[in-house]
């Protein structure tokens, strides 16, 4: 067992992990419950974003907290019973995002951020995963010239400071760029080093395949049974026990539940998202991914049609979906752009897992021998999944990490 290890769960991240431990000569098998890229990996922007070197803060100003705490918002809704179990990670989170606070964990989320085209190139290069990157970046649309004007210098010093390119759009510019948008917006900025994911899904499917298709075990499997096996870790899965000398917990918003039973139970809350798809009327294009600031939600073409996501819904762990977010987007989405039937039967519904200081978790899982964490990537596990798979497989086979991990390690919390 000496060079094997388990890896519990198979979203981006955990796939990543698979993969880059495999090229390093570590027999792998990925366990999940769930196909690969079936969690949040499956519902999401598909946007890889090099720009977004500032993670999201907590909302610090009273007008920006009022307007919350009415729940009648587009991009933020809760439900009122399950705020007590959020209230000590949310008070984490504020204090978090105090400037001095906030202006490290910036900079240790921009060093991930900073490597994740050349990552995610890395993995697809030579696979029909390579036809799935998009070069069209994104753009966010202003109505409001204070609001723009802000955006604009805040990009500025994005580009100064972590090379993140952008061009700026004036009404006209706009509407030539998307010739279908329904309204007239003051202006946009187009950040346009990201890729945008005709297919998010697909992609993390083309990463498990080239897994398998290199002697990597996919198995279905319940995580939560791991335990100790002498030195190393047991877990049950359909095709019989499995054991491995190491074990990598990438579950996204359901790690705390396992690391808690291992002794260890970081400050980590999900904030719950949906999608829906719709078909556009007639020959109507969306050309790339936008996000209208005053609508506060993200358009984005895909393979299946517009994807319409939501912001950030927050509810009790066993709560059904209340897709209210976006029943009240919808209406609003329509008068963006000209939506036709919806494409899926249901929303879709996904958790993204959250950390209070906006950083993931990767690096040694305290008191445990042999485990590892790769979660807490809040909105960018998708983004991340192949930076956070190779950092932490430089550490677990005692390569030079290419950047520093000291801050993304379990012990901070």
């Given at each position: 067992?000496?060079a094997?290890?388990?890896?519990?769960?198979?979203?981006?991240?955990?796939?990543?992990?698979?993969?880059?431990?495999?090229?390093?000569?570590?027999?792998?098998?990925?366990?999940?419950?769930?196909?690969?890229?079936e969690?949040?990996?499956?519902?999401?922007?598909?946007?890889?974003?090099?720009e977004?070197?500032?993670?999201?803060?907590?909302?610090?100003?009273i007008?920006e907290?009022?307007?919350?705490?009415?729940?009648?918002?587009?991009?933020?809704?809760?439900?009122?019973?399950?705020?007590?179990?959020?209230?000590?990670?949310?008070?984490?989170?504020?204090w978090?995002?105090?400037?001095?606070?906030?202006?490290?964990?910036?900079?240790?989320?921009?060093?991930?951020?900073?490597?994740?085209?050349?990552?995610?190139?890395a993995?697809?290069?030579?696979?029909?995963?390579?036809a799935?990157?998009?070069?069209?970046?994104?753009?966010?649309?202003y109505?409001?010239?204070?609001?723009?004007?802000?955006?604009?210098?805040?990009?500025?010093?994005?580009?100064?400071?972590?090379?993140?390119?952008?061009n700026?759009l004036?009404?006209?510019?706009?509407?030539?760029?998307?010739?279908?948008?329904?309204?007239?917006?003051?202006?946009?900025?187009?950040?346009?080093d990201?890729?945008?994911?005709?297919?998010?899904?697909?992609?993390?499917?083309?990463?498990?395949?080239?897994?398998a298709?290199?002697?990597?075990r996919?198995?279905?499997?319940?995580?939560?049974?791991?335990?100790?096996?002498?030195?190393?870790?047991?877990?049950?899965?359909?095709?019989?026990?499995?054991?491995?000398?190491?074990?990598?917990?990438a579950?996204?918003?359901?790690?705390?539940?396992?690391?808690?039973?291992?002794?260890?139970?970081?400050?980590?809350?999900?904030?719950?998202?949906?999608?829906?798809?719709?078909?556009?009327?007639?020959?109507?294009?969306?050309?790339?991914?936008?996000?209208?600031?005053?609508?506060?939600?993200?358009?984005?073409?895909?393979?299946?049609?517009?994807?319409?996501?939501?912001?950030?819904?927050?509810?009790?762990?066993?709560?059904?979906?209340?897709?209210?977010?976006?029943?009240?987007?919808?209406?609003?989405?329509?008068?963006l752009?000209?939506?036709?039937?919806r494409?899926?039967?249901?929303?879709?519904m996904?958790?993204?897992?959250?950390?209070?200081?906006?950083?993931?978790?990767?690096?040694?899982?305290?008191?445990?021998?042999?485990?590892?964490?790769?979660?807490?990537?809040?909105?960018?596990?998708?983004?991340?999944?192949?930076?956070?798979?190779?950092?932490?497989?430089?550490?677990?086979?005692?390569?030079?990490?290419?950047?520093?991990?000291a801050?993304?390690?379990?012990?901070?919390?």
């Amino acid at each position: 067992m000496a060079a094997s290890v388990i890896v519990l769960g198979a979203g981006m991240v955990g796939v990543s992990v698979a993969l880059h431990l495999q090229k390093r000569g570590r027999a792998v098998t990925l366990l999940d419950r769930h196909a690969p890229g079936e969690g949040a990996s499956f519902g999401n922007g598909g946007l890889i974003q090099r720009e977004a070197v500032h993670p999201h803060p907590f909302p610090r100003t009273i007008a920006e907290l009022r307007r919350i705490a009415g729940n009648q918002a587009l991009d933020v809704h809760y439900h009122p019973l399950a705020l007590p179990g959020f209230a000590s990670p949310l008070l984490q989170y504020w204090w978090h995002s105090e400037p001095k606070r906030y202006a490290h964990a910036a900079r240790a989320h921009a060093a991930l951020i900073a490597t994740c085209l050349d990552e995610h190139r890395a993995l697809a290069h030579g696979t029909e995963a390579m036809a799935l990157l998009r070069p069209i970046g994104w753009m966010k649309l202003y109505s409001d010239a204070a609001t723009f004007d802000a955006a604009l210098a805040q990009a500025r010093i994005a580009h100064d400071q972590h090379n993140v390119n952008f061009n700026v759009l004036d009404t006209a510019a706009l509407a030539a760029a998307e010739p279908h948008l329904l309204v007239s917006r003051l202006g946009a900025i187009h950040f346009t080093d990201p890729y945008s994911v005709s297919d998010p899904h697909a992609l993390t499917l083309s990463y498990a395949r080239q897994f398998a298709e290199a002697g990597g075990r996919f198995l279905h499997g319940d995580a939560m049974s791991l335990e100790r096996s002498g030195a190393g870790w047991r877990v049950r899965s359909a095709d019989g026990p499995v054991e491995a000398s190491e074990v990598v917990v990438a579950l996204g918003a359901a790690a705390v539940g396992l690391t808690k039973r291992l002794g260890y139970t970081p400050p980590c809350f999900g904030k719950r998202g949906y999608h829906m798809h719709y078909r556009l009327r007639g020959n109507a294009t969306l050309n790339r991914p936008i996000l209208d600031t005053e609508s506060r939600f993200l358009l984005a073409p895909m393979r299946a049609g517009v994807r319409l996501t939501t912001g950030a819904e927050f509810a009790a762990n066993d709560a059904a979906p209340t897709p209210i977010q976006l029943e009240r987007a919808e209406p609003v989405a329509r008068g963006l752009l000209p939506l036709e039937e919806r494409v899926d039967s249901t929303p879709w519904m996904g958790v993204r897992p959250c950390t209070p200081d906006m950083l993931p978790i990767i690096g040694p899982l305290p008191g445990q021998a042999g485990a590892w964490c790769a979660f807490g990537h809040a909105h960018q596990g998708f983004t991340l999944g192949p930076t956070t798979g190779r950092l932490l497989a430089e550490m677990m086979t005692g390569e030079a990490p290419f950047l520093d991990p000291a801050p993304y390690r379990a012990e901070r919390f």
